[in-house]
């Protein structure tokens, strides 16, 4: 069976897009993979943050996670933080990098321009994730377009790395699973919507539900009454009927409301249907932090087992000697 590894981070609160986009997804490859699931907390420190608020939303993301569907009786479900395997393959991996293929990185290019003091670690962060990919020796990578080119610098590592000292590394490849949704900005059909942008569009995973129906009903249509999926023409009535189609497992070419206003609300009553469930099962979990925090513990536990043979394996294939 494919070996997935999933990775998400705790940059902001989880949106619509990320369970549309990969929360749902991820959960739909249990049944089928051998899945892995890791709550990437050392890449929220890439950018300036508050630890009080990253203990929160690390915590957050992972109840999130298990309301979405992320069963940790059925993956392994960690902190990628309480592994060490991920920092020290890190190193070994940046030991392998060029620092050029790093600088060339378009997400290094774009965050760091819009940053006065870049931090080290933003332009390392591809081999921390390398890391994270090749330490599992996964072979599937579900990520949106924007990881896409991290995934293939994970795979040149690690094919110079067989090379040059013996075959330790599986190659992964990335994978775009089916019904992942790319999801836009409700206020601004031409962006993505995302948990680190502060946009009235932005549909978080536990807003009240009349504030996601309000969001929903106040979005931004475009000019003229059909109804039709267009991107380029009709960015606005398209990312609503993609939203509608992912929430209610229905191709767009079956939907057909005859209207914007009925769009909409069919639209929103389908987010909230989603989203009432998942916020439940939230309310369960968040009100014992300390199973939650049990089920994070476990789950680390297993996931240093699993890496610590491919960790030892680099290590010695460099000419490190063993303790
Ligand atoms: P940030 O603004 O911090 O980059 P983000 O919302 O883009 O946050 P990521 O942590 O970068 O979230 O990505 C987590 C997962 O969610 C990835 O698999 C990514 O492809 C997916 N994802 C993010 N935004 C969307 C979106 N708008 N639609 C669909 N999938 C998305
Ligand atoms: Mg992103």
Sequence with gaps: PSRVLSLFTPSGRPTLGNLLGALLPSARLLPTADCVFGISDLHALTSEHDPARLRERSLELAGLAIAAGIDPARCV?????NVPAHAELSYLLE??????EMQRMIQFREKSERQSAVRLSLLTYPALMAADILLYQATDVPVGADQAQH?????DLAARFNRRYGPVFTLP???HPPMAARVMDLSDPGAKMSKSVDSPGTIFLLDPVDVVRRKIMRAVTDSGT???YDSEAKPGVSNLLAILSATTGTPVAELSPGSYGALKKETADAVIALLEP????YATLSADPATLETVL?????RARERAASTVTAAKEAMGLLAA
């Design 278 to 281: 998942l916020q439940r099962h």
């Design 77 to 81: 479900l960690f902190l990628q933080s």
């Design 151 to 155: 995934v293939e610098l994970t795979r």
């Design 297 to 301: 513990r476990t789950g680390a536990e």
């Design 226 to 228: 059909s109804v039709a």
């Design 173 to 175: 490849r990335a994978v």
């Design 95 to 100: 030991s392998t990098a060029h620092y050029g």
